[in-house]
Structures are given as structure tokens and as C-alpha cells.
């Protein structure tokens, strides 16, 4: 799993996110709180201080201000602050800043000044403990974050892991939280897939097995019959032969698919050679029928897989494609990692069709596909191959069977 992909670090995240986003809310909320005390504390006292002093100065009386303030008019108005505009001001002198209201009236200008507020150094206090709050704050939530993505991820991975390994911990499938509910559920499913996939595999193997016997007493004799009997029996005795060789044959490939052998140590097979094999192998099946059936060869083409599998897997479609075309072509080709089986018969029916869409199994082919189709895509799915149908291109059907998916 990449670690942007990580369910932990998506919780570190989000309360990171909200960590900010709280911490940017109370920033704001706080430096409108602290421009208003300003307002009330500095701009309202030098506004009191003024409404006090200008009409005493007017008068010619003494003007007594509050320590740290100081009254100038006109001429007497310090070089630094001359030329303000009306209102309220913050200027620096040196390494002092002063707090100044300047205004006007009948006699000119004048300006109070704050020389000992120390609203500036509480201003800078304040902020410096909000930064270090906000930094605080953040680290929490980072902190927070990763101390719940281990505890909530922790078992997670854990059950999935478990999920992997075939296996159900007692320490979560005792739980008693939705965690312990979804292993317990996953490991009823997970027992039931196992025993319905192991009384297939019995199945499969019992009667394949029980299968083998009669097949080959059925093939000896069969035998028997093409070298021994009359001519007119022998006919019959091949097609008995032949139907017990396929029925042999699907033996074999359902015990392999049972067994699910490990492809990558399984011999190289030529897929082009077992194509060819194929076609000649069925070529009796449109002797007589005005049907040409066709192998053009490609680029060498194999892969590590069960021979058997790969000949079932090409020969249903062939077999499928002489068997229902009754005029016409059924061609073979070998292209660039692909065999493609092309027909000129009726082709599949809507239902069909749809099944093989949404990966169902066909119950009828082409006028009927029997086994083969549904075998067919089995084994290709098996093999990790693409299993693909078309129509034709004037009538008939096109299977594709893709043993390099890109």
C-alpha cells in the first residue's frame, strides 16, 4: 500500500486540517477581540482626554493631563507629529512608539500624545502566546491523529492481514464493537466459501477419478471393434472411440482445474502447435459438409501452462464452430499473442450472448455452445488469459482468446 494511500495517514491529516482550521478561526476571532480593546483602551481614553483638554486650553486654563499624556497645539506641536491627518495614529521616534490624536478646531491644529502606553508591548505578548498556542495546537493534533490511526488502523490491517492469510484472530472476532462484528462476519464467509469450494474439489476429483475406468474400458473395446469388427460397425466403433477420447480428455481438464496447478512451473507450450493439433483433430467433423476448415499460422506464441488446458481451452471452440456451421469457412488464426476461432454459422443469440457479458455460463450455444464455451472461458480465466466474442463481420462468430493481456 503506498502511504498516501494509507488510512492512517488520512486521519493524521484530517485533524491536521482541522487543527489549522480551528487555529486560523481563533487567530481571526482573536485579533478582531484585540483591535477592539485597542479601540476601547487607547483610541477611546486619547478621545476622553482630548474632549477634556482642548476647551480648558481654549480657555486659557491650566491643562492638567493624566500622567503620560501631553496636549500640543499649534506651534507647540513637536516637528514628528506635524501634518497628521485627523484620528488616531501610531508614530515612531527614535525607539518610542507613540500613541496620537491629532484633529483641528477654531484655533488650528492639535494633537494629544500617549508617551506611556504599553497597549504595543501587550499587543506583541499576546500574539507570541497565540503563535506559540497555534504551534501547540497543531503538534496536538498531529499527535492525536496518529495515536487514533494506530489505534483504528491497527486492527484493520490486522483483520486484513488475517483476511490474507486465511486466518481469524480470537483477539478480533472477540470484539465486541463493529470491528468484531465484521471479523466474525468475515470469517463465517470465508468458512463457507472454503467448504463449498472443497466439496467441489472432492466432487471433481471423486468422479473424474470414478470416470477414468469405464472411459478406458470403453475405449478398449471401442478399439477392439475398428480393428476386428465388420465394416459397418466400424464406424460406429470410432465415433464411440472418439466420444470416449473427449470425455477422457474433459476428465483431465477438470481434475486440473481442481487441482489448480502452479502455472509458473509448468513446461513452455508452443500454443501455435496445439492450434494446428487441434484443427486437424477436428477436421473430421465437417467431412462432408460443404465447410472449410482453415488454420493460418502467426508468430510463435507460448506459455508456461498445462498442455491440456490450452488444447481443451482452443479445441471447445473449434469443436463448437465445425459442429454448428453447415456451410462456409471455420478458421484458425495465430496472431500476435491471440488465437482467434471464426465461424460463419448462425452465431450466439442475445441470451448467450449477455452471459458471456456479466461472466455467466451459457446453457446454449449457437444454436447451442453445450460444455465447450462455458469450459472454454473457464479455463481461460484459469490461465489469466482474455476470453473474448464478437460477432462476424457477415454472419457467424469470432472468439478470442488472449494469452498476453496488455
Given at each position: 500500500?503506498?502511504?498516501?494511500?494509507?488510512?492512517?495517514?488520512?486521519?493524521?491529516?484530517?485533524?491536521?486540517?482541522?487543527?489549522?482550521?480551528?487555529?486560523?478561526?481563533?487567530?481571526?476571532?482573536?485579533?478582531?477581540?484585540?483591535?477592539?480593546?485597542?479601540?476601547?483602551?487607547?483610541?477611546?481614553?486619547?478621545?476622553?482626554?482630548?474632549?477634556?483638554?482642548?476647551?480648558?486650553?481654549?480657555?486659557?486654563?491650566?491643562?492638567?493631563?493624566?500622567?503620560?499624556?501631553r496636549f500640543h497645539r499649534s506651534d507647540?506641536?513637536?516637528?514628528?507629529?506635524?501634518?497628521?491627518?485627523?484620528?488616531?495614529?501610531?508614530?515612531?521616534?527614535?525607539?518610542?512608539?507613540?500613541?496620537?490624536?491629532?484633529?483641528?478646531?477654531?484655533?488650528?491644529?492639535?494633537?494629544?500624545?500617549?508617551?506611556e502606553s504599553d497597549y504595543d508591548?501587550?499587543?506583541?505578548?499576546?500574539?507570541?502566546?497565540?503563535?506559540?498556542?497555534?504551534?501547540?495546537?497543531?503538534?496536538?493534533?498531529?499527535l492525536l491523529g496518529g495515536f487514533l490511526g494506530r489505534r483504528v488502523v491497527a486492527p484493520i490491517h490486522e483483520l486484513?492481514?488475517?483476511?490474507?492469510?486465511?486466518?481469524?484472530?480470537p483477539a478480533l472476532t472477540g470484539r465486541a464493537d463493529e470491528l468484531g462484528v465484521l471479523a466474525r462476519a468475515l470469517e463465517a464467509h470465508t468458512s463457507a466459501m472454503r467448504a463449498v469450494l472443497d466439496r467441489e474439489r472432492y466432487f471433481t476429483g471423486d468422479v473424474s477419478h470414478e470416470l477414468r475406468s469405464p472411459?478406458?474400458?470403453i475405449m478398449g473395446a471401442a478399439e477392439i471393434l475398428m480393428q476386428e469388427a465388420a465394416p459397418g460397425v466400424r464406424a460406429p466403433a470410432e465415433r464411440i472411440y472418439r466420444a470416449a477420447h473427449e470425455a477422457a480428455e474433459c476428465v483431465t481438464v477438470l481434475l486440473l482445474l481442481a487441482r489448480a496447478p502452479e502455472l509458473g512451473s509448468q513446461p513452455t507450450v508452443a500454443i501455435n502447435q496445439v492450434a494446428e493439433d487441434e484443427v486437424e483433430k477436428?477436421?473430421?467433423?465437417?467431412?462432408?459438409?460443404?465447410?472449410?476448415?482453415?488454420?493460418?499460422?502467426?508468430?510463435?506464441?507460448?506459455?508456461?501452462?498445462?498442455?491440456?488446458?490450452?488444447?481443451?481451452?482452443?479445441?471447445?471452440?473449434?469443436?463448437?464452430?465445425?459442429?454448428?456451421?453447415?456451410?462456409?469457412?471455420?478458421?484458425?488464426?495465430?496472431?500476435?499473442g491471440q488465437v482467434v476461432v471464426e465461424d460463419t454459422g448462425p452465431g450466439l443469440p442475445p441470451a448467450v450472448v449477455a452471459t458471456l457479458g456479466s461472466g455467466g455460463s451459457p446453457s446454449s450455444g449457437s444454436g447451442g455452445t453445450g460444455l465447450g464455451l462455458a469450459l472454454a472461458r473457464r479455463i481461460c480465466d484459469f490461465l489469466g488469459a482474455g476470453f473474448d466474442y464478437a460477432p462476424r463481420e457477415g454472419g457467424g462468430s469470432r472468439f478470442t482468446i488472449s494469452f498476453t493481456r496488455p
Open positions: 500500500m503506498r502511504p498516501a494511500d494509507s488510512l492512517r495517514r488520512r486521519i493524521v491529516v484530517a485533524f491536521l486540517l482541522f487543527g489549522i482550521g480551528a487555529s486560523v478561526f481563533f487567530a481571526i476571532v482573536a485579533a478582531l477581540a484585540i483591535e477592539g480593546i485597542e479601540v476601547q483602551l487607547v483610541d477611546k481614553r486619547l478621545e476622553a482626554a482630548v474632549a477634556w483638554a482642548a476647551p480648558r486650553q481654549a480657555a486659557g486654563l491650566d491643562v492638567d493631563m493624566p500622567a503620560g499624556l507647540t506641536i513637536p516637528a514628528p507629529l506635524r501634518g497628521l491627518e485627523d484620528g488616531v495614529h501610531k508614530v515612531d521616534v527614535g525607539t518610542v512608539r507613540l500613541h496620537v490624536l491629532a484633529g483641528h478646531d477654531a484655533r488650528g491644529n492639535w494633537v494629544l500624545v500617549d508617551h508591548k501587550i499587543e506583541v505578548v499576546v500574539y507570541s502566546m497565540f503563535a506559540a498556542v497555534f504551534l501547540g495546537f497543531v503538534l496536538l493534533a498531529a486484513a492481514q488475517s483476511v490474507g492469510m486465511d486466518t481469524a484472530p472411459l478406458t474400458v477436428y477436421r473430421p467433423l465437417v467431412a462432408g459438409k460443404p465447410v472449410s476448415l482453415r488454420f493460418a499460422d502467426g508468430p510463435a506464441l507460448g506459455i508456461r501452462a498445462p498442455r491440456e488446458l490450452c488444447a481443451a481451452a482452443i479445441g471447445n471452440l473449434v469443436r463448437n464452430a465445425c459442429q454448428y456451421t453447415d456451410q462456409g469457412e471455420v478458421r484458425v488464426s495465430v496472431l500476435q
